[in-house]
């Protein structure tokens, strides 16, 4: 899949851009590199400490400030073929003043949004020199962000169906005798085979499965250990793969040593699957969270259910909308989120299933399908 979207999508994410910052009443937005400059050129530059942005004015031109040495680097992007003033500065100059002046003419209290990837080296001296307010631009284009084009859509399903494909190799690498870290190389080798790069690895084993976040270590396997493997990588135009499943050293038959995992497992699957079939168009996040908590509370294991159900998912592993308590965001066709629900029994055992959804007119459609049982 190619690594840019065909630049007429780039050129209506612009526009969209400019519209939604005028409804705000803004007179302008700014973005620092990362995903929200990637979404809307393609382009994933970076500058390290010098100022890079794309300063899109509510009327007129959008411009490209960045420093003259990496103009190059804009060739791997959209922006050659798109309406857009590359503006390059260089040492010496001021580029908080080149970008404020990009914006055009202002009023006496300007508002302005921000991109979440500036750094405050980079938002203090803007705001400074705005002398209005600033917002997040984000919030702005919560909207346009979250709910996936077409193009999106279609690059989320097939990175889903590629680390699908890991997936289905899995049992043959969890053999009693190697460790976390040996399963975690060869998963290496296996994400970079269907993915531009490797984003995270978790082989998490016996009682490191009760840790969500753990990577990989030296714990050697044992027939019977359960195993958490959660992994994840870069395809096509930087859409992100994420998916978890749950498997047994030797098998789904073998016997597990912990007294409560067969019973843990059921009611994981229960939750997982009953949070998918609640996904649509008109609930809230919350709501999705609520289903899975509530299967996995009702059976005793609330306390042990230590994280939020799910994240969304694009160009960036973790984005908006998040499927937590208290969102009452509500969902829309085109959102796309992962639901991963997990029980952890401290110092014991864990186990996760997760799968990518993305809200369609309707229902769900969920891009991983690998099966949610004991491997």
């Given at each position: 899949?190619?690594?840019?979207?065909?630049?007429?999508?780039?050129?209506?994410?612009?526009?969209?851009?400019?519209?939604?910052?005028?409804?705000?009443d803004?007179?302008?937005l700014?973005?620092?590199t990362g995903?929200?400059?990637?979404?809307?050129?393609?382009?994933w530059?970076?500058?390290?400490?010098?100022l890079?942005?794309?300063?899109?004015?509510?009327?007129?031109?959008?411009?490209?400030?960045?420093?003259a040495?990496?103009?190059?680097?804009?060739?791997?992007?959209?922006?050659?073929?798109?309406?857009?003033?590359v503006?390059g500065?260089?040492?010496?100059?001021?580029?908080?003043?080149?970008a404020?002046?990009a914006l055009?003419?202002?009023?006496?209290?300007?508002?302005?949004?921000?991109?979440?990837?500036?750094?405050?080296?980079?938002?203090?001296?803007?705001?400074?020199?705005l002398?209005?307010?600033?917002v997040?631009?984000?919030?702005?284009?919560?909207e346009?962000?979250?709910?996936?084009?077409?193009?999106?859509?279609?690059?989320l399903?097939?990175?889903?169906?590629?680390?699908?494909?890991v997936?289905?190799?899995?049992?043959?690498?969890?053999?009693?005798?190697?460790?976390e870290?040996?399963?975690?190389?060869e998963?290496?080798?296996?994400?970079?085979?269907?993915?531009?790069s490797?984003?995270?690895?978790i082989?998490?084993?016996g009682?490191?499965?009760?840790?969500?976040?753990?990577?990989?270590?030296?714990?050697?396997?044992?027939?019977?250990?359960?195993?958490?493997?959660?992994?994840?990588?870069?395809?096509?135009?930087?859409?992100?793969?994420?998916?978890?499943?749950?498997?047994?050293?030797?098998?789904p038959?073998?016997?597990v040593?912990?007294?409560?995992?067969?019973?843990?497992?059921a009611?994981?699957?229960?939750?997982?699957?009953?949070?998918?079939?609640?996904?649509?168009?008109?609930?809230?996040?919350?709501?999705?969270?609520?289903?899975?908590?509530g299967?996995?509370?009702?059976h005793?294991?609330?306390?042990?259910?230590?994280?939020?159900?799910?994240?969304?998912?694009?160009?960036s592993t973790?984005?908006e909308?998040?499927?937590m308590?208290g969102n009452?965001?509500?969902?829309?066709p085109?959102?796309?989120?992962?639901?991963?629900?997990?029980?952890?029994?401290?110092g014991?055992?864990?186990?996760?299933?997760?799968?990518?959804?993305?809200?369609?007119?309707?229902?769900?459609?969920?891009?991983?399908?690998?099966?949610?049982?004991?491997?």
């Open positions: 899949m190619s690594s840019l979207f065909p630049t007429h999508t780039y050129a209506d994410r612009l526009a969209r851009a400019a519209a939604a910052a005028r409804t705000a803004l007179d302008g700014i973005f620092g995903a929200e400059l990637a979404y809307l050129t393609g382009s530059i970076q500058t390290h400490e010098r890079t942005a794309l300063v899109v004015p509510a009327n007129g031109r959008p411009t490209m400030l960045l420093p040495v990496d103009r190059g680097d804009l060739a791997l992007s959209a922006i050659p073929e798109l309406d857009i003033e503006r500065w260089v040492d010496g100059e001021e580029p908080h003043r080149l404020i002046a055009g003419s202002l009023p006496t209290a300007p508002v302005v949004g921000l991109g979440s990837a500036l750094t405050a080296d980079h938002v203090l001296p803007l705001q400074e020199l002398h209005g307010k600033t997040l631009a984000g919030q702005v284009l919560k346009l962000f979250m709910r996936k084009d077409p193009g999106e859509i279609s690059a399903r097939e990175a889903g169906a590629a680390i699908d494909r997936h289905a190799m899995v049992p043959e690498l969890l053999v009693p005798g190697a460790t870290a040996q399963v975690a190389a998963l290496e080798r296996l994400i970079l085979q269907e993915h531009a490797v984003d995270f690895i082989v998490g084993s009682p490191n499965g009760a840790n969500p976040h753990h990577s990989f270590s030296d714990r050697v396997l044992q027939l019977g250990d359960v195993v958490v493997v959660d992994i994840g990588g870069t395809f096509g135009p930087s859409y992100h793969s994420d998916c978890t499943r749950t498997y047994v050293v030797g098998g038959d073998q016997p040593s912990d007294p409560d995992f067969a019973r843990l497992y009611v994981l699957e229960e939750a997982q699957a009953a949070a998918v079939r609640a996904v649509r168009p008109g609930v809230t996040a919350a709501s999705i969270d609520a289903v899975a908590r299967i996995i509370s009702a005793g294991f609330g306390d042990d259910f230590i994280h939020r159900t799910g994240h969304g998912i694009g160009l973790h984005e909308p998040f499927i308590a009452e965001l509500v969902l829309e085109g959102m796309a989120f992962s639901v991963e629900p997990g029980i952890y029994l401290e014991r055992v864990g186990a996760r299933i997760e799968d990518i959804v993305i809200v369609t007119e309707h229902g769900c459609e969920a891009v991983n399908n690998q099966p949610h049982g004991l491997q």
